[in-house]
């Protein structure tokens, strides 16, 4: 065998056992090697190497049952640390990570729709400092950032080439963050790292293949095929919101019309609302629902029919094993799910209905946080 073919495999022999540990920890050495089909020695060798990088530790536990009694291992949730950041139209929040995934902190802040591009970032160093010495985390700890926004991002390079939500436009992120910072960044749609988060510990997870919607202030999904992140080929596969349905419809704010986004977006809703009514919010248009007022059960009621039919097409389009609904709408307004199903049962695929699941996100507050730091890991690790 080559050299540099015994170095890949002796990498890759140690991340499986490391992913093992991650999953299956506390476990025992002996466990470890009847799952890899490993030698107890290369085990031996391998944990004593992540032992001393500071990945794993001996637990006091030991493993009870038939023979010799073996001391389990765990892994080290605080030998790393990535950051999830996520910037919303009036909400930023940053999250720090623990290498098993656990969110150590998470920091909620109020974001002024008027605040600058620069000002917003200024926030978020202050805020990553703070956590940083409330939790008594030091610097050569973190690996790295991960930020997941709205809109159209040109993730390879970390640029947000259009945010129409956060009305940035060609934005090097990735690299003004990481002057600030001087931590490593990525960058990616915010459903794109949400949908990393539902496949790590919520509603997708050990699924292949999942679907996730954002039904909110904007429409759009992200889409998880055979465990990768499906991107097109300018990583915006998953935009529903502007599918044309009907071409003599409404107009969208992107300028075309009738896209899929003018008939259920909350701006689009609130919008109808007030040819009939004068509304200030979108909760008073979701109050005014429950009251069962005529024009607001039509609206909504047009609006969960889109869901449905917009759900029946991806169905048709990527037959995933799961489509999961999230987002401001579904949570604020959970009356409507009844609706959406009642619609799915009508217009989706009778061989397609059978094999999806369709399912509400629990991850709500804090799932882009979540999925942006677990995404900082796997592109940022990289084991010595
Ligand atoms: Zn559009």
Redesign the pocket.
């Known amino acids: 065998m080559e050299k540099h073919d015994q170095l890949l495999m002796k990498r890759q022999n140690k991340n499986l056992v490391l992913d093992i540990l991650k999953t299956k920890s506390p476990i025992s050495r002996i466990d470890i090697a009847k799952m890899t089909g490993m030698s107890p020695t290369s085990i031996t060798r391998i944990v004593n190497e992540l032992q001393l990088q500071g990945y794993v530790r001996e637990t006091e536990a030991v493993a009870s049952g038939v023979g010799r009694k073996a001391t389990l291992l765990e892994v080290c949730g605080d030998v790393l640390y990535t950051v999830g950041i996520e910037i919303d139209k009036s909400l930023l929040k940053v999250g720090i990570v623990n290498y098993v995934g656990e969110i150590v902190s998470l920091h909620k802040n109020k974001r002024n729709e008027s605040e600058s591009y620069m000002e917003t970032l200024l926030k978020i160093k202050a805020i990553i400092r703070k956590i940083m010495d409330e939790n008594d985390i030091a610097a050569t700890k973190i690996i790295g950032l991960a930020v997941g926004l709205p809109g159209y991002i040109d993730y390879k390079n970390g640029i947000v080439k259009v945010s129409d939500q956060l009305k940035w436009k060609d934005a090097s992120l990735a690299e003004d963050l990481k002057k600030l910072t001087s931590f490593n960044v990525i960058v990616d749609n915010e459903l794109k790292m949400k949908i990393v988060a539902e496949s790590f510990t919520g509603k997708a997870k050990d699924s292949q293949n999942s679907i996730l919607i954002g039904i909110g202030s904007g429409l759009g999904s992200s889409i998880m095929l055979n465990g990768e992140i499906y991107r097109g080929e300018t990583n915006n596969a998953g935009e529903i919101?502007?599918t044309v349905i009907d071409p003599t419809g409404n107009v969208?704010?992107?300028g075309?019309i009738g896209?899929l986004?003018?008939y259920i977006s909350e701006g689009a809703i609130l919008a109808d609302s007030r040819k009939v009514k004068d509304i200030s919010s979108i909760e008073e248009v979701f109050q005014s629902y429950r009251d069962r007022e005529p024009w607001a059960l039509n609206i909504m009621d047009r609006a969960s029919t889109y869901i449905a039919l917009a759900i029946s097409n991806l169905l048709c389009l990527y037959n995933p094993e799961v489509i999961i609904l999230s987002g401001n709408t579904i949570e604020k307004l959970p009356e409507i799910k009844q609706a959406i199903e009642q619609k799915c049962q009508l217009y989706i695929w009778e061989p397609l209905k059978q094999a999806v699941r369709i399912v509400y996100s629990e991850l709500s507050d804090y799932g882009v946080v979540l999925g942006a730091a677990i995404q900082a890991q796997h592109l940022m690790l990289e084991l010595e």
Do not use: R, S, V
């Open positions: 919101g502007h969208c704010n992107c075309k896209c986004a003018t």
